[in-house]
């Protein structure tokens, strides 16, 4: 089927537009939070209701084409001629059970609008450092946010999916359902289907203290240093992480922090501010006067604060991977290609400390991968044209650099696009994944970093 009869059977069926790419409006529905990435897909089908997914993906699926499926486009990766692209972002809405502490969230509802409804009944989902993001893509690629290392990943705690198989049939899988597959579309990302809700745990946050400490100068080594002694002492109700930050030197950006390297130290804990604050002194010891100092009692509801993740597009090359620790000779590394004293175009490389309840299996078993790590890297670069073709070598310098301290796999929402599975999972987990795909999507219809797997791959 080419092309034009592809679009013209779509919309024959499907409620929702259907977008040709040369279509006006195509590059506005298709346009991904990474706007680096520019998807140029055979078709955009601009789902209406769970029925048109469907459509599209049974469709797609009889013409021999690819199906992939973007919500927000934060971990977006390019489609081309050979994909049917389903926009999920009219697929809104969050209903709350607070007695039951459940949410159903539909496919394309940010993260903000879970905390909006849940946060009035004392509840908080397990979103991560910005509010902007999908819940649906974050939370099938495992999730790791504020509450952790209390609770584990997000993918720890969906109690059922609402999915399109790759036969275009709509099912609700559970754990009693459909085990196998419930296992593996729980940190399998979207390899396995299209998700059109979700139902996930909410959890009781009575109290929140957090923030960011931003320092600069001498302080970036100081404070490096001493988190790395300090973070693995804390207790599992707090999470926390620093980031090597190069901004911009524009207006927008604090005089202070213009176009210079700092650090920030950021810090969440469910605990009392005492004991956040006592926790917090050894490191308000070496980091003196910090340019900015954000930590104290907070509303869950205003978590993005503690990240502070840029909340606009923004074309970025996304790399990460996992560490088997924090020693001295990792930070003297880490300073060495990303400290104050190197020139290089790099918007961000940070470290999450895991462990807690990140480190044991959730209690229904799932394919999330990264248990073993201790710290999770994130690195990115911007690429805007000109710094194009530099940002993914610059992202893996880096990666390459702490590779004597990795785990050698990855979190799925870190790893970034194009890194082979084998630096993900782990191989027991791997291989089993590769049998559920192979059961679930035998003519790999579905993307993600498991589109190589399936039998009879195209
Ligand atoms: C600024 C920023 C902050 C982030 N913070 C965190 C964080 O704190 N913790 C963390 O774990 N991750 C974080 N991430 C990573 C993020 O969770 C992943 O990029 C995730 O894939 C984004 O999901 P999305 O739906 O918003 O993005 P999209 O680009 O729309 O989707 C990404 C992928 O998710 C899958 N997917 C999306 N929707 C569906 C669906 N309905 N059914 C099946 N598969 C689907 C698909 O494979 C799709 O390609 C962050 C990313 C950014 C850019």
Same mark, same amino acid.
């Given at each position: %089927? !080419?092309?034009?009869?592809?679009?013209?059977r779509?919309?024959?069926?499907?409620?929702?537009?259907?977008?040709?790419?040369?279509?006006?409006?195509a590059? #506005?529905?298709?346009?991904?939070?990474?706007?680096?990435?520019v998807?140029? *897909?055979?078709?955009v089908v601009?789902?209406?209701?769970?029925?048109?997914?469907?459509?599209?993906?049974?469709?797609?699926?009889?013409?021999?084409?690819?199906?992939?499926?973007?919500?927000?486009?934060?971990?977006a990766?390019?489609?081309?001629? !050979?994909?049917?692209?389903?926009?999920?972002?009219?697929?809104?809405?969050?209903?709350?059970?607070?007695?039951?502490?459940?949410?159903?969230?539909?496919?394309?509802?940010?993260?903000?609008?879970?905390?909006?409804?849940?946060?009035?009944?004392?509840?908080?989902?397990?979103?991560?450092?910005?509010?902007?993001?999908?819940?649906v893509?974050?939370?099938?690629?495992?999730? %790791?946010?504020?509450?952790?290392?209390?609770?584990?990943?997000?993918?720890?705690?969906?109690?059922?999916?609402?999915?399109?198989?790759?036969?275009?049939?709509?099912?609700?899988?559970?754990?009693?359902s459909?085990?196998?597959?419930?296992?593996?579309?729980?940190?399998?990302?979207?390899?396995?289907?299209?998700?059109?809700?979700?139902?996930?745990?909410?959890?009781?946050?009575?109290?929140?203290?957090?923030?960011? %400490?931003?320092?600069?100068?001498?302080?970036?080594?100081?404070?490096?240093?001493?988190?790395?002694?300090?973070?693995?002492?804390?207790?599992?109700?707090?999470?926390?992480?620093?980031?090597?930050?190069? %901004?911009?030197?524009?207006d927008?950006?604090?005089?202070?922090?213009?176009?210079?390297?700092?650090?920030?130290?950021?810090?969440?804990?469910t605990?009392t501010?005492?004991?956040?604050?006592?926790?917090?002194?050894p490191?308000?010891?070496?980091?003196?006067?910090?340019?900015?100092?954000?930590?104290?009692?907070?509303?869950?509801? #205003?978590?993005?604060?503690?990240?502070?993740?840029?909340? !606009?597009?923004?074309?970025a090359?996304?790399?990460?991977?996992?560490?088997?620790?924090l020693?001295? !000779?990792?930070?003297?590394?880490?300073?060495?290609?990303?400290?104050?004293?190197?020139?290089?175009?790099?918007?961000m490389?940070?470290?999450?400390?895991?462990?807690?309840?990140?480190a044991?299996? #959730?209690?229904? *078993?799932?394919?999330?991968?990264?248990?073993?790590?201790?710290? #999770?890297?994130?690195?990115?670069?911007?690429?805007?044209?000109?710094?194009?073709?530099v940002?993914?070598?610059?992202?893996?310098?880096?990666?390459?650099?702490?590779?004597?301290w990795?785990?050698?796999?990855?979190?799925?929402?870190?790893?970034?696009?194009?890194?082979?599975?084998e630096?993900?999972?782990?191989?027991?987990?791997?291989?089993?994944?590769?049998?559920?795909?192979?059961?679930?999507?035998?003519?790999?219809?579905f993307?993600?970093?498991?589109?190589?797997?399936?039998?009879g791959?195209?």
């Open positions: %089927m !080419d092309t034009s009869a592809l679009c013209e779509l919309a024959h069926e499907i409620g929702g537009d259907v977008l040709a790419a040369a279509d006006p409006g590059a #506005a529905e298709s346009a991904a939070f990474n706007a680096a990435v998807h140029r *897909p055979a078709a601009a789902a209406r209701d769970a029925a048109d997914v469907a459509a599209a993906v049974r469709i797609a699926g009889e013409a021999g084409r690819r199906v992939a499926v973007q919500a927000t486009g934060h971990g990766a390019a489609t081309g001629e !050979d994909t049917v692209l389903v926009s999920t972002r009219r697929l809104t809405g969050v209903v709350v059970d607070p007695v039951a502490r459940v949410a159903r969230v539909a496919a394309g509802t940010r993260w903000r609008e879970v905390i909006d409804a849940a946060v009035p009944h004392g509840l908080a989902p397990l979103s991560g450092s910005s509010s902007g993001v999908g819940a893509g974050y939370t099938l690629g495992g999730g %790791m946010g504020h509450l952790a290392r209390r609770h584990g990943f997000a993918a720890d705690h969906v109690r059922s999916v609402d999915l399109v198989r790759a036969t275009g049939e709509r099912a609700r899988v559970t754990a009693g459909d085990p196998e597959l419930f296992w593996a579309l729980r940190g399998g990302q979207g390899g396995f289907g299209i998700a059109t809700a979700v139902e996930i745990d909410l959890f009781p946050v009575h109290a929140f203290h957090g923030g960011a %400490m931003i320092v600069t100068g001498p302080a970036v080594a100081d404070v490096l240093y001493a988190f790395a002694a300090w973070a693995p002492t804390l207790p599992e109700h707090v999470t926390t992480s620093v980031a090597l930050l190069r %901004m911009p030197p524009v927008e950006v604090p005089p202070p922090l213009r176009g210079v390297v700092s650090l920030a130290l950021r810090f969440g804990s605990g501010a005492e004991e956040a604050e006592a926790l917090l002194a490191i308000r010891r070496v980091a003196g006067a910090p340019v900015l100092d954000s930590i104290g009692t907070m509303s869950f509801a #205003a978590v993005d604060g503690i990240h502070m993740d840029p909340p !606009d597009p923004l074309p090359v996304f790399r990460g991977g996992l560490l088997t620790g020693p001295g !000779d990792l930070v003297e590394g880490l300073l060495a290609v990303a400290g104050p004293d190197v020139e290089v175009p790099l918007a490389v940070e470290l999450r400390l895991m462990g807690g309840a990140l044991r299996p #959730a209690a229904v *078993p799932n394919a999330v991968a990264g248990r073993e790590g201790a710290f #999770a890297l994130s690195v990115v670069a911007p690429a805007p044209p000109p710094l194009a073709e940002a993914p070598v610059v992202a893996d310098g880096v990666v390459a650099a702490l590779a004597p990795s785990t050698g796999t990855s979190l799925v929402n870190f790893a970034g696009h194009g890194v082979a599975a630096s993900i999972w782990r191989p027991d987990v791997l291989d089993r994944l590769r049998r559920a795909k192979a059961a679930a999507d035998p003519r790999n219809l993307g993600g970093p498991l589109a190589e797997l399936g039998a791959a195209r």
